[in-house]
C-alpha cells in the first residue's frame, strides 16, 4: 500500500485512533509505525484533535433497566447493587481516559524523530531460470534496526519449499536474515542491519531454510541498496 498518497496515512491515522481499525489491519499499521515518522505525526495529530471532545460530553446515566440488560450478558446475572451506577465512577473513568490520550500524545510528540526510512524494492527474476516468481518491498528504519519486508505478490510455493532473506554485501558471503512469510509481512529487528550490506536478496530453500548457512536455491528476487 502506498502511504504516501495524499489523505490514506491520514485516513488511516484517524481509524486508528478512533479504534476502528481492527485485526490483522491494525497489527501492520503498528509495525510500519515504527519506521513512518509521517504516520507517527497523523496518528498524534489526531490524538490531540479527538482529545477535547471528551470535555464537551455531559456524563449521562442510563436507565437501571439498561445496566441490568448489559450486566445479565456480561456476567449471567446482576452485579454488584451499585456498581454502574454511580456517577463518580463514571466522570472518573471519562477523565483517566482523556488524560490518557493527552499524556499519549505528550509522550509521542517528545520522541526525537528518527531519519527516513529506507524503500528497497526486491524485483522479482526471471521467471524462465527461477522456479518462483517473488517481488517484494523493504522498508528499513532510518537507524537501521528494523526491516518490514512486504510481499508485493504473493509467491507459489509447495510443501517442500520456503524463502530465506539474505543481506548481501558489497564484498564477502550473504548474511541469513531469517524466513521470509509469502503471505504477509516479515519483521526483522536487527542492530546495523544496513553495515556492509549492497543489497537484499531473497533465495529458494527447504523448509527450515538454508542447511549451509548460505543460499542453496535460486534467488528469486533481488535488490540494491542506496544510501
Known amino acids: 500500500m502506498d502511504y504516501g498518497r495524499p489523505g490514506r496515512g491520514d485516513r488511516l491515522a484517524a ?22 515518522p509521517s504516520l507517527r505525526r ?5 490524538q490531540e484533535r479527538l482529545a477535547p471532545m471528551s470535555d464537551v460530553v455531559e456524563p449521562v446515566v442510563p436507565p437501571p433497566h439498561v445496566w441490568a440488560a448489559i450486566e445479565r450478558r456480561l456476567f449471567g446475572q446482576p452485579a454488584a447493587p451499585g456498581l454502574w451506577h454511580r456517577i463518580g465512577l463514571w466522570r472518573l473513568t471519562t477523565s483517566l481516559a482523556t488524560a490518557a490520550v493527552v499524556v499519549l500524545a ?12 529506507l524503500l528497497v524494492v526486491l524485483a522479482s527474476q526471471d521467471v524462465l531460470t527461477t522456479p518462483v516468481k517473488a517481488a517484494f518491498v523493504a522498508s528499513i528504519s532510518g537507524d537501521g534496526a528494523v ?16 524463502l530465506e532473506l539474505w543481506a548481501v554485501p558489497a564484498k564477502g558471503v550473504p548474511r541469513s536474515l531469517g524466513l521470509v512469510r ?7 529487528r536487527r542492530n546495523a542491519l544496513l553495515d556492509d550490506t549492497a543489497a537484499l536478496a531473497v533465495s529458494l530453500e527447504p523448509p527450515r531454510g538454508s542447511p549451509t548457512g548460505q543460499p ?12
Open 15 to 36: 481509524e486508528y485512533v478512533l479504534g476502528t481499525l481492527r485485526g490483522a489491519a491494525r497489527r501492520r499499521f503498528e509495525r510500519l509505525l515504527a519506521v513512518h
Open 42 to 46: 497523523a496518528v498524534v495529530a489526531w
Open 106 to 117: 505528550v509522550l509521542v510528540s517528545r520522541v526525537p524523530e528518527p531519519k527516513a526510512p
Open 147 to 162: 526491516l518490514v519486508l512486504e510481499p508485493l505478490e504473493r509467491p507459489e510455493l509447495n510443501a517442500a519449499q520456503a
Open 182 to 188: 509469502a503471505a504477509g509481512s516479515t519483521t526483522v
Open 216 to 227: 542453496t536455491g535460486p534467488i528469486v528476487s533481488v535488490g540494491k541498496i542506496r544510501l
